[in-house]
């Protein structure tokens, strides 16, 4: 491939770390309005909830219950 693509793929990638998700604009609201311990408490959360997502991605489970009829009846 050619470096302009790798280049590419680079820039829109950092662009996307950078850019802040609604889980980060909660966080920063919830720190904002109510103080650093209420913006801890859904940042614990929200990091907890990928941690289990990945560790279920990674040992296959996702994969199981997208192709399970019962949780996706669709």
Do not use: R
């Amino acid at each position: 491939m050619e470096l302009t693509i790798y280049l590419s793929f680079i820039a829109v990638s950092l662009l996307l770390i950078i850019a802040p998700g609604p889980d980060n604009i909660f966080v920063m609201a919830q720190s904002i309005s109510y103080g650093k311990k209420e913006g801890i408490a859904p940042a614990c959360g929200l990091c907890s909830g990928v941690t289990i997502h990945t560790l279920a991605a990674s040992i296959g489970l996702s994969a199981i219950w997208y192709k399970s009829d019962i949780a996706f009846p669709f």
